[in-house]
C-alpha cells in the first residue's frame, strides 16, 4: 500500500449549538472531600453521559463536552457551594435534569440546585467565599483572642510550598471579615473552635490554610489534628452580604465594612 | 456483633497523605452491605495501590459474583501507600476495606488476588497491619481467636510455592464458581458448628479440590537443593490438585455494575472480557497456557454487557478484553456493531491486546470511528524472525508492516511495539534487529500517509520463564547480559538521525526481572527470601521508586545460607526433563511430554505450532485432563441495528 492518504476529517455534520445554559450548585462533602478537582470534573462527565444529558461539544477529532467549572477547593477542603455550567444542545428541566445528574454521582459529590442561566463566565460573578475553619482542641476563647489578633493585623505575610516553589502571601488584605462560630458541619467531639471568614478570590489564591499559617504565626493557634474546612457560600460581595452567582443572597456572613469579629453569642 | 467502620480513627489521617481519594470508597456501583444479615463475609485485597488494583476485573468480578447472594458479603481493600501505612501503624489502624472500612482481620475470608509475583511483600505488609500472624500454622491459637482463611488466586497463583506458608489455600484458575463453592462450604461449616476448627474446614475445603492447601503438602528436598517428591500429608486430600475452568461465559456476565472510582485509575473504562484462554500458543506466555480452552462469549452477549454496563458506570471507553481480541471469531461485526449503537455518542472502543496479523482495516476503522484513538500497541515480542519461531509467535515481518500501513493510513500517528529481551537462545543480533523492524515501521508510515509526523515506540523489557509454560525449564538471561542488550539496541535506534526523533524507546532494567523471576519459578524456601526482604522494609516491589535489587540480593543471600541453592540458582540454571518443579502438583491440565517436546522444539526451531481453533487438536492435554472444550462462533448473530445503547434524557 503505497499510496498517500490524508488523515480522515471527522465524521458527521458540525457538533449542534447549545441552546441552553444551566448552573449546576453542587457540594463536595464527607469524604468525598479528599477529591481533587480534577476527580470531581471526570465524576460529573461521567454523570452526564449516564443519565444521558444532551450535553454540547466542541469540534475536533477529540470533542469535550461544554461543562465549564468554576475554581474548586483544592483536595480535602468541602463546600456546600460549588458552581459549573453545561452548554445544552436541547433543553432540559433543570430540576429533572439535576436529579438524573445527581443519580449518577457518588454520594458527596451531589447537586443541590440547577436554574437556567446566562452561560457567562462564572469567575466574574465569584469573587468571594465564606470558609468555615473548625479547628479541633481551640476553645472559642483563644479563637476569638486569635481572630482579633489577626484582624488588628495590617498585614500577614505566608509562605507556601507550591509544585512552582515557595510562594509568598498576604493572607490578610483579602480577608473580608472572620468571626469565631458555633455552626459545625463535620462534628467533631470534643473541643474545637470554628472560626468563619469571608475571602475574596485573588491571584495567586489565598486559600484557608494560607490564613490557618497566618494565624499560627501571628497568634500561636495550633489545632491538635488537621482543621476541617468548608467553603458554605460563593459569590459577590454586595451589601450586607454575599449575593450568589445568580445575585440569590448566600452565605450566613454579614458584610458591614466596620465588621470586625462577633463574640460567641 | 456489628463490627466498626475504622473511617472515623482513619478520617484525620488522610490530610496528611497522597492522593487520600483512593481511601475513601464511595464509588458509584460499590455495594455495602449489612454485616448482620449476612454469614459468610470476604475482604477481596488486590495486593497494589487503588489505582492499579481498582480496574482489576478479577476482583471487580468476584466482588459483584458474592455480592448478588444473600448471606454473602464481599469488600474491597487495597495496598496502602507506605505514608499511610507508617500513619496506620503510628495509630495502630489495620488494614482495612474502601466499602465499610471494616478490619480485615473481622473476615472469614481474605482472597487476595495476584497478577503479579511483585506483589508478595504487599501481602505482608497487609498481613501485619490486619493483625493476622504472617505464618498460616500460627493462625490456630487455642485460645480460639480466628483469623481469616487468607486464600490466593490470580495467575501468580500457579505457583504459589513461595508464598505458600503465608497461605492458607490457593484457588487454581477461574475464580466464579470456585468462589461460592468455597462459600457453600463455610457456611455449611459454620451451620455444623464448626467441627474440626480452622483445620476441619481446611481439610474439607482440600478434600473437595476446590482449594489447594498448602501445609496438608510436605516438600522434600534432594542434597544438591532440587526437589525430590511433593506428597500429601493426610488422608482425603489429592496429590494433585487441578486448576477450575467456567465453561460457558454466557452464564457469567460479570462486571455489570462496574465499580466507577472517582480517583484516577489506570484504566478508565468498561471492560468486557470478549473471550478467555488463548490457544496461539506462544511459548513465553504463562497466561496463554493456565487459561486454555478458548471460551467466546457471544456477540449478543458482549452486546448486552457493555449497555449495562455503560449505562451503569458512564464510562467513555469499552475495552474488548481477552490475551488477543482480534482474534474472536466475530470481532469485526462487534466492533462495527458497538461502532454503530455509539455513533455520536463520544464513545471509544479499545482492543488492549491485538495481534499484529489479526488487525484489519474493518478494525482500524470502527476503533477510530468514534473520533477517538486509542494507543494501538502490537507485541512482535522478538525483534527477529529467527526469535519469533523461538518463542511460537508467528508474526512476519510483511504482516507487521501490514498492520502498521493499516493503523497509519486510519489516522493514528503513534504505534507502540512491544518486545522481550533475554530471550531463550537470544543473540545480540537479534534485539538489535529491533532497531532495523523500527525504521522499517516509520518508513511505511511516512510513505503511506506522506507525512513526517509519524512515530513509533519501541517498548522492551526483560523475559521472565515462568511456571506451567514450555519455558519453564529456561535459563533466565542474567540482568547484565539484558542491560547491555538494552544498550546497545538504544545506541541502534538513535544512530539514525533520520529516524531518531520518530521513534521513542522504552527500557526496563534487568534487576527486577531477576527478581520476579526468583518468585515466579521459586518453592517454599523462597518464602524466607521474601519475609526477610519485607522485614528489611520491601514494599510496592513492581514500582521502580520501591524497588531495591540489592536488598533482595541481599535478603537472598542471607536467607539462603546454608542451603544448596541461591539466587542465581532459581533464575538463571537451566532444568532438566526429570527435575521435580515445585508446581508440578498443580495441575493447569498442561501434559508434561508436550510442554518438554514443545520447549525441544523451541530450541531446535522445528515447525511451529498453530492454533488448535482452526487447525486439528495438538494435544497440549488440557482438554481432555480437564474436561473442557474449545467454545468458539461464528454465531452468526448481530446487534440489533439501529439501537441506542446509552439512555437518552428526555426532551422536556
Known amino acids: 500500500m503505497a499510496a498517500t492518504r490524508t488523515p480522515p476529517a471527522p465524521k458527521g455534520p458540525p457538533p449542534a449549538p447549545a441552546v441552553q445554559h444551566l448552573l449546576v450548585t453542587y457540594a463536595k462533602r464527607g469524604r468525598m472531600r479528599f477529591a481533587s478537582h480534577r476527580d470531581v470534573g471526570r465524576a460529573f462527565e461521567r454523570a452526564v453521559r449516564q443519565a444521558g444529558v444532551p450535553i454540547a461539544r466542541s469540534a475536533g477529532f477529540n470533542p469535550h463536552p461544554k461543562i465549564s467549572y468554576a475554581s474548586g477547593t483544592q483536595t480535602g477542603v468541602a463546600s456546600e457551594a460549588e458552581y459549573l455550567t453545561l452548554a445544552l444542545t436541547v433543553a432540559q428541566d433543570p430540576a429533572r435534569l439535576g436529579a438524573a445528574l445527581d443519580s449518577g454521582l457518588p454520594d458527596g459529590i451531589d447537586v443541590i440546585e440547577v436554574r437556567e442561566d446566562s452561560g457567562g463566565a462564572l469567575n466574574g460573578r465569584l469573587t468571594a467565599s465564606e470558609w468555615l475553619m473548625e479547628l479541633p482542641g481551640i476553645s472559642s476563647d483563644a479563637a476569638t483572642a486569635a481572630v482579633r489578633q489577626f484582624l488588628a493585623a495590617a498585614a500577614a505575610p505566608v509562605e507556601r510550598l507550591t509544585s512552582k516553589g515557595v510562594r509568598r502571601l498576604d493572607a490578610r488584605g483579602v480577608v473580608l471579615t472572620m468571626d469565631v462560630s458555633l455552626r459545625a458541619f463535620t462534628g467533631y467531639s470534643g473541643e474545637c473552635a470554628i472560626i468563619r471568614m469571608v475571602v475574596r478570590h485573588s491571584e495567586p489564591a489565598v486559600r484557608p490554610e494560607d490564613v490557618l499559617t497566618a494565624l499560627r504565626q501571628i497568634a500561636g493557634l495550633v489545632p491538635a489534628s488537621a482543621p476541617a474546612v468548608t467553603r458554605v457560600a460563593q459569590g459577590v460581595v454586595g451589601d450586607g452580604g454575599l449575593a450568589g452567582p445568580v445575585g440569590q443572597p448566600v452565605g450566613q456572613a454579614a458584610l458591614s465594612p466596620t465588621a470586625e469579629h462577633k463574640d460567641v453569642p | ?652
Open chain 2, 1 to 652: 456483633m456489628p463490627v466498626e467502620s475504622v473511617f472515623p480513627r482513619l478520617e484525620p489521617l488522610l490530610p496528611r497523605v497522597r492522593k487520600p481519594v483512593a481511601y475513601v470508597g464511595g464509588e458509584v456501583n460499590s455495594v455495602v452491605k449489612d454485616w448482620d444479615a449476612t454469614d459468610v463475609r470476604w475482604a477481596l485485597l488486590y495486593p497494589d495501590a487503588y489505582e492499579v488494583g481498582l480496574p482489576n476485573q478479577g476482583v471487580q468480578i468476584l466482588y459483584e459474583v458474592l455480592n448478588e447472594r444473600d448471606g454473602v458479603l464481599a469488600e474491597r481493600s487495597y495496598s496502602v501507600w507506605p505514608d499511610l501505612e507508617a500513619l496506620m501503624r503510628e495509630h495502630g489502624l489495620p488494614q482495612f476495606t474502601v466499602d465499610a472500612h471494616r478490619p480485615v482481620g473481622a473476615f472469614d475470608v481474605l482472597g487476595v488476588s495476584f497478577s503479579t509475583e511483585l506483589g508478595y511483600t504487599n501481602l505482608l505488609t497487609a498481613l501485619d497491619l490486619a493483625g493476622i500472624p504472617l505464618y498460616s500454622t500460627d493462625r490456630d491459637p487455642a485460645g480460639g481467636t480466628w483469623y481469616p482463611l487468607v486464600i490466593a488466586g490470580g495467575h501468580a497463583a500457579f505457583n504459589p510455592e513461595p508464598i505458600a506458608d503465608f497461605l492458607d489455600g490457593v484457588v487454581l484458575g477461574d475464580g466464579e464458581e470456585a468462589v461460592l463453592a468455597v462459600t457453600d462450604q463455610i457456611r455449611a461449616w459454620k451451620d455444623a458448628g464448626r467441627p474440626g476448627g480452622r483445620d476441619g474446614l481446611l481439610a474439607a475445603l482440600a478434600s473437595s479440590g476446590r482449594l489447594y492447601v498448602p501445609r496438608f503438602y510436605d516438600v522434600g528436598y534432594l542434597p544438591d537443593g532440587r526437589i525430590d517428591r511433593v506428597t500429601p500429608n493426610r488422608r482425603g486430600v489429592p496429590p494433585v490438585v487441578a486448576k477450575h475452568t467456567v465453561m460457558d461465559l454466557d452464564e457469567w456476565q460479570y462486571p455489570t455494575r462496574p465499580i466507577v472510582p472517582v480517583a484516577e485509575t489506570v484504566h478508565e473504562r468498561y471492560s468486557v472480557e470478549i473471550f478467555r484462554g488463548c490457544t496461539r500458543g506462544c511459548r513465553f506466555c504463562q497466561a496463554g497456557m493456565i487459561t486454555r480452552p478458548v471460551r467466546e462469549r457471544s456477540i449478543t452477549t458482549i452486546g448486552a454487557m457493555v449497555e449495562k454496563g455503560m449505562t451503569a458506570s458512564g464510562f467513555q471507553e469499552v475495552g474488548l478484553l481477552s490475551l488477543s481480541s482480534a482474534d474472536h471469531s466475530e470481532i469485526n461485526e462487534i466492533a462495527k456493531d458497538l461502532a454503530d449503537a455509539y455513533e455520536g455518542t463520544n464513545t471509544g472502543l479499545s482492543l488492549p491486546s491485538t495481534r499484529v496479523d489479526a488487525f484489519n482495516v474493518t478494525l482500524a476503522d470502527e476503533l477510530s470511528r468514534g473520533g477517538r484513538r486509542s494507543g494501538l500497541t502490537f507485541a512482535p515480542e522478538g525483534g527477529s524472525e529467527r526469535m519469533r519461531k523461538v518463542i511460537n509467535k508467528m508474526v512476519t515481518e510483511e504482516d507487521l508492516i501490514r498492520t502498521v500501513t493499516t493503523a497509519y493510513s486510519s489516522g493514528w500517528r503513534q504505534v507502540k511495539l512491544y518486545f522481550m529481551c533475554g530471550l531463550p537462545t537470544e543473540t545480540d543480533e537479534d534485539v538489535l534487529a529491533i532497531a532495523g523492524l523500527a525504521r522499517k515501521v516509520i518508513q511505511a508510515g511516512r510513505e503511506a500517509t506522506g507525512r513526517r509526523d509519524i512515530r513509533c515506540t519501541v517498548s522492551i523489557g526483560g523475559f521472565v520463564p515462568k511456571p506451567h509454560t514450555p519455558f519453564q525449564w529456561a535459563a533466565q538471561c542474567d540482568h547484565e547480559v539484558v542491560d547491555a542488550r538494552l544498550r546497545k539496541l538504544g545506541a541502534a535506534l538513535r544512530s539514525d538521525p533520520g529516524y531518531g526523533r520518530a521513534i521513542g524507546y522504552r527500557y526496563h532494567d534487568g534487576q527486577p526481572s531477576v527478581v520476579e523471576g526468583l518468585l515466579s519459578r521459586g518453592d517454599r524456601r523462597v518464602g524466607r527470601v521474601i519475609l526477610a526482604a519485607w522485614q528489611d522494609g520491601a514494599r510496592f516491589d513492581g514500582w521502580s521508586e520501591y524497588f531495591s535489587f540489592d536488598r533482595w540480593a541481599a535478603c537472598a543471600d542471607k536467607a539462603l545460607d546454608g542451603e544448596p541453592v541461591d539466587l542465581a540458582w532459581y533464575t538463571t540454571r537451566e532444568r532438566d526433563r526429570d527435575e521435580v518443579l515445585p508446581w508440578d502438583h498443580l495441575d493447569a491440565g498442561l501434559d508434561h511430554d508436550w510442554l518438554w517436546q514443545d520447549w525441544q522444539d523451541a530450541l531446535s526451531g522445528a515447525a511451529e505450532v498453530e492454533d488448535c481453533r482452526w487447525t486439528p487438536c495438538y494435544d497440549c492435554g488440557v482438554c481432555p485432563s480437564m474436561g473442557t472444550e474449545i467454545q468458539t462462533g461464528p454465531t452468526g448473530e448481530r446487534l440489533p441495528a439501529g439501537t441506542r445503547l446509552l439512555p437518552v434524557l428526555n426532551v422536556s
